[in-house]
T-cell receptor
Framework: NAGVTQTPKFRVLKTGQSMTLLCAQD?????MYWYRQDPGMGLRLIHY???????AKGEVPDGYNVSRLKKQNFLLGLESAAPSQTSVYFC??????????FGQGTRLTVV | KQEVTQIPAALSVPEGENLVLNCSFT??????LQWFRQDPGKGLTSLLL?????REQTSGRLNASLDKSSGRSTLYIAASQPGDSATYLC??????????FGQGTRLTINP
């Protein structure tokens, strides 16, 4: 049982480049989330989805876009990367009022 | 806005001791509270989930309590072991099950 899988695990981008982070879950969860984790700031919610075809903004959505075309996948896009987006990104999924399961993270560096 | 605070930020104890980690939150209207463990460079692993109607949950040497009215939770670790060394995060949910995290307590168990 893979749980929540994030790809890639590491990435270095140049300022202005774009990329997409993929999150896949095999637990048939309705809810999916993207967080970023920064030293001194903790984990902050970027965007989330409450079901296939839906997305909503979290606490720090600027500079990111998301899509949930399939229930099992939640994509996070950076259209024009900035050094401030250097962070560790975590995807999570859950059924609602139950445990949330997290992926292993993507470490992104923007130079 | 919900704020979650964890005290202390870091804790170092000798092996074998029982210890308590604290978590407080400002808005008592939560759905549930979850404790996670995070090892360096890794993702988050769910330890315990307490629903808002519950007072405590236990798993092995771990016991988590919830006092929703006072906005507090504690994670009790019995007979600590070096393998318990990690960062412990608490998170509360309200509305679309969005998790709001504390900054974590970095725990070191000394052999």
């Amino acid at each position: 049982n893979a749980g929540v899988t994030q790809t890639p695990k590491f990435r270095v981008l140049k300022t202005g480049q774009s990329m997409t982070l993929l999150c896949a879950q095999d637990m048939n969860h309705e809810y999916m989330y993207w967080y970023r984790q920064d030293p001194g700031m903790g984990l902050r919610l970027i965007h989330y989805s409450v079901g296939e075809g839906t997305t909503a903004k979290g606490e720090v959505p600027d500079g990111y876009n998301v899509s949930r075309l399939k229930k099992q996948n939640f994509l996070l896009g950076l259209e024009s990367a900035a050094p401030s987006q250097t962070s560790v990104y975590f995807c999570a999924s859950g059924h609602g009022n139950t445990e949330a399961f997290f992926g292993q993270g993507t470490r992104l560096t923007v130079v | 806005k919900q704020e979650v605070t964890q005290i202390p930020a870091a804790l170092s104890v000798p092996e074998g001791e029982n210890l308590v980690l604290n978590c407080s939150f400002t808005d008592s209207a939560i759905y549930n509270l979850q404790w996670f463990r995070q090892d360096p460079g890794k993702g988050l692993t769910s330890l315990l989930l307490i629903q808002s109607s519950q007072r405590e949950q236990t798993s092995g040497r771990l016991n988590a309590s919830l006092d929703k009215s006072s906005g507090r939770s504690t994670l009790y670790i019995a007979a600590s072991q070096p393998g318990d060394s990690a960062t412990y995060l608490c998170a509360v949910t309200k509305g679309a099950q969005k998790l709001v995290f504390g900054q974590g307590t970095r725990l070191t168990i000394n052999p």
